[in-house]
């Protein structure tokens, strides 16, 4: 049973969960278009621009946990977290504008430098407001049902932003191109679109949420090597490490390949095929069902967490994942309902792949504090935050380096029908079921042994109770003994 501490205003919830509409516009936008874009519109090799990204998330390495630990430490008024989210919002809606500005370069090479730089700059923006906003979760409530409910109204939002920047993005270029426009500034209309609305929710949360006091450790100075050392030592952080990021890899991989699995197989290279009855192009009405989908079925993920644990409830829904991959492999080419009927299908996946991990992941700071009396929320979800955008690297590395050496070709830019060779459309085929399926099989057994279950978690909740009344007992003893002093 919830105690009342323990539980979070609904409007407090609301308003926490808008963070990630500003999150996830930033993510989807750069999973699902960002390898079409360098390769369309900066004209980056394929090959080179997936280098260009994914040497440009290396400084996330560092930046990632640096800025996690600094949010541990930091004291002011306002508390640990919040003051990120007042002086870092607006320039993180700069970030979006770095991201997307293709320069007017014709050198490779200068091309790939700059899109390693605009990656690196622009992540380290989205980290000063990710990870101390991500880090607010288990400080809000320390109960297993609530964090679960958290993570819900979170997810809500993140779809509601999956859905727009998946359809309302490709609709923004596109009508730019018919004013007698480009796609780069079809592009940055859209990046100025989702920037601008994504630095909002993070003033609210400043001003609504507010942070327990945190538990204060020895005043001892801490490197970020041995405090990666102690979170190492978390045994279930170690498994939650796992599952998180094969959970987005595999979510990434999808997300990056579908569009071309969607126009180059099923539409057999029709650029402007629409979904019959729609009239929405393949790709924006597939990543649009899949959203819808995705909403309402938060509601039932989340009851089958409370009702069967966190780990069964995500062991589910991983292999109806795999299933679907499965089918996709077996697709046949200009199967339009069949190719939207899995979409829709998807929908159950996509939900469950950002609720559920979101849910398990803040548990395992309540088992460092059971066992070193300290919590470090910031490297934490510093940790997650740097593997979350490591995996968006990582599919668009393998994406385009599968498509460059396949012999993927950029369709000439008047073109309304274009075929990719044989080999590209087997490796887009290859990408989106037989890979992405083993890695959920491996996701598959990290989650079957991941030890905190429900059980486990409340015995951690009993014992932290335990100990937390022993020194209040101990403190109120100390201040009983001090000897009165003389007025």
């Known amino acids: ?24 516009s930033f993510n989807t936008l750069r999973m699902i278009f960002y390898a079409i874009f360098l390769t369309d519109v900066v004209g980056l090799d394929p090959r080179l621009a997936s280098f260009g990204a994914f ?33 870092f919002s607006i320039p993180y809606a700069l970030a979006f504008l770095i991201l997307w500005w ?10 790939m430098i700059h899109i390693m730089l605009a990656y690196a700059l622009s992540d380290t923006l989205q980290t000063l407001v990710i ?44 009508a730019a191109i018919a004013g007698g426009g480009t796609q780069q500034q079809g592009y940055m209309l859209s990046a100025i679109l989702f920037g601008a609305t994504s630095a909002i929710p993070y003033l609210a949360i400043f001003f609504v949420v507010r942070e327990k006091t945190p538990v204060e450790t020895a005043p001892e100075t801490i490197t970020l090597g041995a405090t990666l050392k102690k979170a190492w030592r978390n045994v279930p952080f170690r498994y939650a490490t796992a599952l998180y990021m094969l959970n987005w890899v595999t979510f990434d991989l999808i997300s990056t390949v579908f569009p071309f699995f969607l126009v180059y197989w099923v539409a057999q290279g029709d650029l402007l095929l629409t979904v019959p009855g729609i009239g929405m192009p393949i790709e924006s009405a597939a990543l649009g069902v899949m959203a819808l989908i ?12 409370h009702r069967l644990g966190k780990r ?12 679907i991959l499965i089918a996709a492999f077996f697709l046949p080419p200009m199967q339009i309902g069949l190719a939207m009927a899995l979409a829709t299908l998807m929908g159950f996946s996509y939900s469950a792949a950002h609720l559920l991990p979101d ?33 968006t690297a990582f599919a668009i590395f393998i994406t385009l380096q599968v498509l460059g050496w396949m012999g993927y070709q950029t369709p000439p830019e008047s073109a309304t029908a274009f075929q990719q060779p044989d ?20 996701l598959l057994a990290v989650t079957w042994f991941y030890p905190l279950n429900r059980t486990r978690y409340e015995r951690v909740q009993r014992l932290l109770r335990r100990r937390q009344r022993r020194e209040a007992l101990r403190q109120a003893d100390v201040a009983d003994a001090a000897p009165i002093q003389p007025v």
């Open 312 to 323: 069964i409830a995500y062991l589910i829904a991983i292999a109806f994942w795999i299933l």
């Open 102 to 111: 293709a320069p007017p370069w014709e050198n490779q090479i200068l091309l």
């Open 55 to 87: 040497v440009g998330v290396i400084w996330d390495a560092v930046n990632d946990p640096l800025v996690g630990v600094w949010s541990d430490k930091l004291r002011t008024r306002w508390g640990r977290r919040r003051p990120f989210l007042l002086f």
């Open 359 to 391: 849910a398990i992941f803040p548990d395992v700071i309540d088992w460092e504090e059971l066992q070193t009396g300290e919590r470090h929320e910031g490297i934490y979800f510093g940790t997650k935050n740097f593997i979350r955008k490591l995996t």
């Open 1 to 24: 049973m919830t105690e009342k501490a323990d539980r979070v205003p609904l409007l407090t919830k609301i308003v926490y969960g808008t963070g990630d509409w500003g999150m996830a």
């Open 131 to 174: 990870v101390p906003f991500q880090a607010l979760t288990p400080e809000m409530t320390s109960d297993y049902d609530e964090r679960t409910s958290l993570a819900s109204y979170r997810m809500f939002f993140n779809f509601l932003a999956s859905l727009a920047a998946g359809v309302v993005a490709p609709m923004i270029v596109d």
């Open 294 to 305: 995705a909403v309402p079925i938060l509601p039932f993920w989340s009851w089958m967490a």
């Open 423 to 442: 080999a590209v459309l087997t490796g887009i085929r290859v990408l989106i079921g037989p890979v992405s399926s083993l890695m959920l099989v491996a």
